[in-house]
C-alpha cells in the first residue's frame, strides 16, 4: 500500500528554519514526480514545490522562490523541503505528495497529484 508521512513540522521563530521530511512506503519515490503543498485556515490548498523523477527538475511557487528547497534522497526513500527566512504567513499544515508513476514533468496544481500524505504542522510565530 503506498503511504507517505510527513514529519518535521513546529514552532519556529520568523526568520528560523525547518526541514520537512516525506518518507514513503510501499512504493519506491524514485518513480514518481514529487510535490510539497501547503493550507492555511480559510485557504485552499497552495503548491509550493515539485521535483521531477528523471532529471530532477525543480519548481518553486514565487511565494518561496529563494527560501524553500525540494530535494530527494533515493536510497532512504525520502523527499524533503528546507524552508529558510520563514514568516508568519507561511504559517499552514504541509502536505507532500506523488503524481502517477505515468507522468514525468513537474506540476503545481494540486489535481495533477494522487496520493497525499497526512500533513504536518507548521507554524511561524514569536
Known amino acids: 500500500q503506498l503511504q507517505l508521512v510527513e514529519s518535521g513540522g513546529g514552532l519556529v521563530q520568523p526568520g528560523g528554519s525547518l526541514r520537512l521530511s516525506c518518507a514513503a512506503s510501499?512504493?519506491?519515490?524514485?518513480?514518481?514526480?514529487i510535490g510539497w503543498f501547503r493550507q492555511a485556515p480559510g485557504k485552499e490548498r497552495e503548491g509550493l514545490s515539485c521535483?521531477?523523477?528523471?532529471?530532477?527538475?525543480?519548481h518553486y511557487a514565487d511565494s518561496v522562490k529563494g527560501r524553500f528547497t525540494i530535494s530527494r534522497d533515493n536510497a532512504k526513500n525520502t523527499a524533503y523541503l528546507q524552508m529558510n527566512s520563514l514568516k508568519p504567513e507561511d504559517t499552514a499544515v504541509y502536505y507532500c505528495?506523488?503524481?502517477?508513476?505515468?507522468?514525468?514533468?513537474?506540476?503545481?496544481?494540486?489535481?495533477?497529484?494522487?496520493?497525499w500524505g497526512q500533513g504536518t504542522q507548521v507554524t511561524v510565530s514569536s
Open positions: 521535483i521531477s523523477k528523471n532529471d530532477g527538475n525543480k
Open positions: 510501499g512504493f519506491t519515490l524514485d518513480y514518481y514526480v
Open positions: 505528495a506523488v503524481r502517477s508513476r505515468l507522468f514525468r514533468s513537474c506540476t503545481l496544481s494540486t489535481t495533477d497529484f494522487v496520493s
